[in-house]
């Protein structure tokens, strides 16, 4: 028998009202902000990956769907959905108005990683960037907008962790600092680490590693290591979200990787997810278009792990537990009924209902009882006496009353019932 794929998963419908619940809020929150979505190809250029997300990443050097297609071209599914928004906005030329872009996207990513709660192979992000501007307003909104959906959906102990990674100018003389105090202790580092002493020694700061760890928390802070215009900048973002009440907790082992990363980086964890908690992870980019397209352009974005985010509302029972039921459901008694039954149906579809139609025409025990399993309100009998006179025997789901209306009015009895309107 074929089975889907490790890492991959079926999403089946009573599980997807979770998905579109969740989507629907996020598309709600994305229009307050003012973001229109971006939608790119699943696939890109292996190259796009490469320069957007770097050669020395595990996701670039390990994690990437890479293949030839059949013109023997290198491409590449995406891992995640910044360096194609960054790719879209250089080819239609947003920049040419100067003026700022915000775009959000949602859909699915892929990467070989080793699967396990909360992480697939092909899994969702929802994500936005903001190109354009440089100003630490940017930023705060980001990291505001990330809180209120994360509150408004119902989460509580959230953390918003907060740290600025410098720029061009301070972070290589940080990089000095931070190289001579690790020097002391290189015995004590982990293997990865040693090799990131060469590479990417801010990267030291944020392993997993128990010594390493212990290392990481004497280390020189980077954020006293800033330049005046980054130090500016981060007191500006703080203030900002200061001022809109939200709390954020200073973290200096918060680093990431790569040269175009720059001022902001922030992360929000959920802590009951335990070694899962991280749930939002963001920050500044302003080296990133350049690297991509060759003109400088600032940018700042976040992503969030749908999954990862599904866990956490389940955990706390704050998603839909079942299918929306229809509002009506059909019961033919008769087969003589068929057609008239039939075009009811589609005539209250057309009237904006959604209608369960009855498919199988079994006894009219077995589908009331499928019709209560179901949720639905209210059930339209259609037997021989409704057919010679020309009515519908509407039953009421929850009262079990009955009534009989002319099929005439079914459509406007509905609608009084079930939206409180004559
Ligand atoms: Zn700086
Ligand atoms: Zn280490």
């Not at 690790?182 to 060469?198: F, I, P, S, T």
């Not at 940018?299 to 929306?324: N, T």
């Not at 009989?404 to 079930?418: E, F, Y």
């Amino acid at each position: 028998m074929i089975k889907a794929l490790r890492g991959t998963q079926d999403i089946l419908p009573v599980a997807a009202e979770k998905w579109q619940f969740l989507e629907t809020r996020i598309r709600r929150l994305c229009r307050q902000y003012g973001f229109g979505e971006i939608r790119t190809p699943h696939f890109e250029q292996t190259e796009l990956f490469q320069r957007g997300i770097g050669e020395t990443t595990d996701v670039v050097s390990k994690e990437m769907y890479t293949f030839s297609d059949r013109g023997n071209r290198s491409l590449t599914l995406r891992p995640e959905n910044t360096a194609a928004a960054v790719r879209a906005y250089l080819e239609h030329k947003e920049y040419a108005d100067q003026g700022v872009t915000k775009w959000y996207y949602m859909g699915s990513m892929f990467r070989y990683d080793r699967p396990q709660a909360g992480r697939f192979r092909e899994f969702h992000q929802f994500g936005i960037e903001i190109l354009g501007t440089p100003l630490p307003q940017a930023d705060a909104e980001c990291i505001a907008m990330a809180v209120q959906l994360f509150t408004e959906l119902g989460l509580q102990d959230l953390t918003v962790y907060i740290n600025s990674v410098g720029c061009p100018v301070c972070r290589p003389r940080y990089r000095q600092v931070l190289l001579d105090y690790l020097q002391q202790y290189r015995g004590e580092l982990c293997e990865d680490c040693v090799a990131r002493m060469e590479k990417n020694p801010l990267r030291v700061l944020d392993c997993k590693q128990e010594h390493c760890h212990a290392v990481a928390l004497g280390a020189p802070r980077l954020t006293a290591h800033l330049c005046e215009e980054c130090a500016t900048h981060y007191q500006a973002v703080q203030a900002l979200l200061a001022a809109a009440g939200i709390e954020v907790t200073e973290d200096p082992r918060l680093v990431r990787g790569l040269d175009y990363y720059t001022k902001t980086a922030f992360e929000i964890q959920y802590a009951p997810l335990g070694a899962q908690s991280a749930i939002c992870g963001g920050g500044r980019y302003d080296g990133l278009v350049e690297e991509i397209g060759g003109i400088s352009v600032p940018g700042i974005g976040f992503a969030v792990g749908l999954e990862r985010l599904l866990l956490a509302l389940e955990s706390q029972q704050l998603l839909p537990e079942q299918e929306a039921a229809a509002d009506v459901a059909i019961a033919v008694q008769t087969e003589a009924a068929n057609e008239v039954a039939f075009a009811l149906g589609q005539q209250l579809r057309q009237a904006g209902r959604s209608v369960d139609t009855d498919l199988l025409q079994r006894s009219m025990k077995s589908r009331l009882k499928q019709a209560a399993k179901s949720g639905v309100k209210y059930v339209i009998i259609m037997g021989e006496t409704e057919l010679t006179e020309g009515t519908v025997t509407l039953r009421d789901m929850q009262s079990h009353a009955q009534e009989t209306v002319p099929q005439a009015a079914l459509t406007d009895v509905l609608a009084t019932k079930l939206d409180g309107r004559g």
